[in-house]
């Protein structure tokens, strides 16, 4: 029986954190290749170096910045990603919360 070829995963947020985590756990397994990208540069090279894959710097919330690197992204793979994981984020300063309100985060996306 044929192997079935590897799954695009793309994942936003991965210079650290939960998104970290998550590229790495997917560049470990056989059946999967990992796209990813996050804000800090020296992260991201330091996170290729150890596990390989497809990372780089954009800012998700400019529009342009994320539709060129998800049709990157596409091009570079062959089609679309399998998976998607909408994981970076901003939190506004926890201050707020001392307001009485609770800390609302702005909304980010990876691939429209």
Known sequence: MASSPPQLVVISGVSSGIG????????????????????????????????????????????????AWASRVISSHGGPPAIVIANAGIMPAAASASHGRLPRPFLTRCCR
């Open 20 to 67: 970290r985590a998550l590229f790495r756990g997917f560049s470990r397994l056989e059946n999967f290749r990992v796209a990813g990208c996050g804000r800090r540069q020296e992260r991201l090279d330091a996170l290729q170096s150890e596990c390989g894959g497809d990372v780089a710097a954009v800012d998700v919330t400019d529009d342009d910045a994320v539709g």
